[in-house]
């Protein structure tokens, strides 16, 4: 007699094979995207409700904005005026230091990626050309740059 409380067999497997896929994901996310920086208190709800990887790169790019201003952005963001991987994450910086966030990079993987890149290449000591180079070759494929 089959207990008809229990799915099938087939359905417990993939609830199974799902969770631990996202599991996965979830885990591997977390270790990733190591950047510096300490997380804003005085951001808004949406950036400080974003996950961890998120959060250092808008970190990131509060701490080191001369070089994301330098690096080009390759998610079609120059379509809304974005002219850096900067404009992803600051919209504008008020002259007495208040910072108006862009909430483009909440939903933008590339973004995201592209930050975490020059992160890491910033802390393996190279110089803003070659930060510049890397971005351009392992970006490029996926669309046009934002700067020239």
Partial sequence: MTDMASPPRGLRTLALLLT??????????CGQGQMAG????????????????????????????????AIPCYCG??????????????ADEAVDGTITYDPHALGCSICVDITQDAGRLLEEGR????IRASIDSTYARYGPSNMP
């Fill in 38 to 69: 300490p997380m804003d208190p005085a951001w808004p709800s949406e950036v400080s409700g974003a996950p961890v990887v998120v959060r250092q790169a808008y970190a990131f790019a509060h701490e080191h904005p001369d070089v994301l201003k």
């Fill in 20 to 29: 631990l896929a996202v599991s996965g994901v979830l885990a591997s996310a």
């Fill in 77 to 90: 963001c120059g379509a809304i005026g974005h002219t850096s991987n900067y404009d992803c994450y600051i």
């Fill in 127 to 130: 110089s803003s050309p070659e």
